[in-house]
């Protein structure tokens, strides 16, 4: 005989199966989106009405707030593309837990990626772009929203150089910080001189959201 408990256990389980597809299905499409340009889409996908929800990529700065994502998803997805510019990013190796009370879920994904950097007076440049994602998601009315985004740039190099020898676009460039930009939490991008770290975190199974997107800057893999 099955137990309520057991039955319970049962459909909490099938729940989860249920979110992690969603899930799956939510971040592809933004990558999709993200890949074609399409800056409305990609804000569609983010949890607006969270007071923190949160952008942060390579060491560009973290983007809190309902304003300042707009503002930089316009800005970076939303701009004119230029004849023969492209950046293509892709997920793989996902790894996925969604907190016991459905309510949140913690994810992160491998992406390598590869585009062209458009030049006015040649053709354009072959870049490879590898990185990794973090991200805390949100569970609003039935639907997943990104809560929390970290995008973890590892690597950004000349295709016909590589990611040994030019070591030229790891680093943003010598410019202003945006206006909206909060100080970077964490960017360790390969060099011939760096170590790399265990960063971000495997996500670890957990009962519900404790307050802060912190698990992704975990070092210790043993809990």
């Known amino acids: 005989m099955v137990t309520e408990s057991r039955k319970q256990d049962l459909l909490n389980n099938i729940a989860k ?13 933004a990558a999709a989106a993200f890949n074609f340009r399409q800056a409305e889409k990609v804000l569609s996908h983010f949890a607006l009405s969270k007071e923190d929800v949160s952008l942060e990529y390579a060491d560009e700065g973290v983007f809190e707030g309902r304003e300042a994502v707009t503002a930089i998803i316009n800005e970076v997805v939303g701009a004119p593309q230029k004849p023969g510019e492209m950046l293509d990013i892709q997920l793989t190796t996902p790894m996925i837990e969604v907190a016991e009370d459905l309510q949140t879920a913690k994810a992160v994904w491998w992406c390598p990626g ?45 295709y016909e150089k590589g990611w040994v020898e030019d070591t030229s676009m790891i680093n943003r460039l010598n410019t202003p910080m945006h206006p909206m930009a ?42």
């Open 114 to 158: 590869g585009g062209a950097i458009a030049n006015d007076d040649k053709d354009p440049d072959a870049i490879w772009a590898w990185g990794m994602i973090g991200a805390d998601f949100v569970n609003e009315n039935g639907v997943w929203k990104i809560w929390h985004f970290h995008y973890f740039r590892y690597i950004k190099c000349l």
């Open 182 to 223: 909060k100080p970077t939490t964490y960017h360790n991008p390969y060099s011939p001189l760096s170590v790399r770290e265990a960063i971000p975190a495997c996500p670890r199974p957990y009962k519900t959201y404790e307050g802060s997107c912190s698990w992704m800057l975990e070092k210790d893999k043993t809990k």
């Open 17 to 29: 199966l249920e979110a992690y597809h969603e899930l799956q299905n939510e971040m592809g499409r």
